[in-house]
Each structure stands twice: as C-alpha cells, then as structure tokens.
C-alpha cells in the first residue's frame, strides 16, 4: 500500500509517523503542483495554436486584398501612394518636434529629430477601449 493510499483513511493516518506524514504531505503537493503546470502548459499550447491559426487567416486575408488592390491600381497608383507618405512623414516630424519642444518648454530650433520608427500597436482592443474611457470621462 502506497503512503498516499494509507493517508486516505483515518486510521491509518493515526498510526503514521510524523516523517511519513511530512513525506506524504510533501508527495501531495508536488503531485498538485504537477497538475497545474500540466494544465498552464495545455492552456499555452491551445493559446499559441488558436493565435496562429487566426493571424494566418488574417495573413491571407490581407494578401488576397493586396492582390486585388494592385490588379485593380497598377503600379502607377503604387508608386503615387509612396509619394504621399513621404509627405506625411515630413508633417509627421514637424508635429513631432513641435511636441517635444513644446514639453521641454524649448524651441523647435534646438531640437534636430533624425530618426522616426513606426512601431507597430499590438494593444488589446480592451486595453484601446478603457484608455478611450479614460480619456472621455467627464468629472
């Protein structure tokens, strides 16, 4: 009879030392332990398949559309559209450097912006909605 079936009855679990009650403490525990890690690593592997098999979705949904959008354009409309972002980037970096001097209480002459990078938003949708809460709650 293994020590966790002795400490099932009452009995028995008088008569037991103290060391084979720790010892079958101490087996419960890693045995639990050992549940819950079981059950967070079957959670991440479900977590990290169902994330692949929707941005895979989303990864073909935005080539079919690509495709669309450049049989239907041609290269001409490509290559206007990078013009335009170029042009948007210049505003973006006057807006930029006018904020930063403006909360460094400086003027925009001392201040030379030389590189800008995008970083793309991976903010949960309900991380985006309580900051909109948060930014039109009136008081």
């Given at each position: 009879?293994?020590?966790?079936?002795?400490?099932?009855v009452?009995?028995?679990?008088?008569?037991?030392?103290?060391?084979?009650?720790?010892?079958?403490?101490?087996?419960?525990?890693?045995?639990?332990?050992?549940?819950?890690?079981?059950?967070?690593?079957?959670?991440?592997?479900?977590?990290?398949?169902?994330?692949?098999?929707?941005?895979?979705?989303?990864?073909?949904?935005?080539?079919?559309?690509?495709?669309?959008?450049?049989?239907?354009?041609?290269?001409?409309?490509?290559?206007?559209?990078q013009?335009?972002?170029?042009v948007?980037?210049?505003?973006?970096?006057?807006?930029?450097?006018?904020?930063?001097?403006?909360?460094?209480?400086?003027?925009?002459?001392?201040?030379?912006?030389?590189?800008?990078?995008?970083?793309?938003?991976?903010?949960?949708?309900?991380?985006?909605?309580?900051?909109?809460?948060?930014?039109?709650?009136?008081?």
């Amino acid at each position: 009879m293994s020590l966790m079936e002795r400490m099932k009855v009452a009995s028995d679990l008088q008569n037991m030392s103290m060391g084979e009650k720790m010892l079958g403490s101490i087996q419960v525990a890693i045995f639990g332990i050992a549940i819950v890690f079981l059950a967070l690593l079957l959670l991440f592997v479900i977590i990290t398949v169902l994330e692949k098999v929707l941005h895979g979705a989303e990864d073909k949904n935005k080539a079919s559309v690509a495709k669309k959008a450049e049989v239907s354009a041609g290269p001409v409309k490509v290559e206007e559209a990078q013009e335009e972002e170029e042009v948007d980037d210049t505003q973006l970096v006057a807006v930029i450097t006018a904020a930063i001097a403006a909360s460094l209480h400086t003027s925009t002459h001392n201040i030379v912006v030389r590189n800008i990078i995008r970083v793309p938003d991976t903010t949960p949708a309900w991380n985006k909605l309580g900051r909109m809460q948060q930014v039109n709650r009136i008081e």
